[in-house]
């Protein structure tokens, strides 16, 4: 089993800038992908960004390209999400999924039955 949990959300106005993290514990031996997924009110939830095990591959949405960066830490099990420029359109619950995998995967995943484990979210608002 591998649990997540996410922080960083919160409130803040249209243009301005967040930083989330997902810390995983339990199998953290293991290799993972991971990734990012928001969920807007009254809609389903959606990719947002991923990253490969080591780092070197990523992977973005269209409507975050250029203004979100995903990566990682391994040595502290953990992912994050910079989010720059945010607009209100960004509003949503955000949760960082992981998929075991094995050593030279350099694969990233974007589909959400791709990812086993899920965190609880984490609110973030943008005000305009």
């Known amino acids: 089993q591998v649990q997540l949990v996410e922080s960083g959300g919160g409130l803040v106005q249209a243009g301005g800038s967040l930083r989330l993290s997902c810390e995983a514990s339990?199998?953290?031996?293991?290799?993972?992908?991971m990734g990012w997924f928001r969920q807007p009110p009254g809609k389903e939830r959606e990719f947002v960004a991923a990253i490969s095990w080591l780092g070197g591959n990523t992977y973005y949405a269209d409507s975050v390209k250029g203004r979100f960066t995903i990566s990682r830490d391994n040595a502290k099990n953990t992912v994050y999400l910079q989010m720059n420029n945010l607009k209100p359109e960004d509003t949503a619950v955000y949760y960082c999924?992981?998929?075991?995998?094995?050593?030279?995967?350099?694969?990233?995943?974007?589909?959400?039955?791709?990812?086993?484990?899920w965190g609880q979210g984490t609110q973030v608002t943008v005000s305009s």
């Open positions: 339990g199998r953290t031996r293991s290799n993972y992908a």
């Open positions: 999924a992981v998929r075991l995998t094995y050593y030279s995967d350099s694969r990233v995943y974007s589909a959400l039955h791709e990812y086993a484990y």
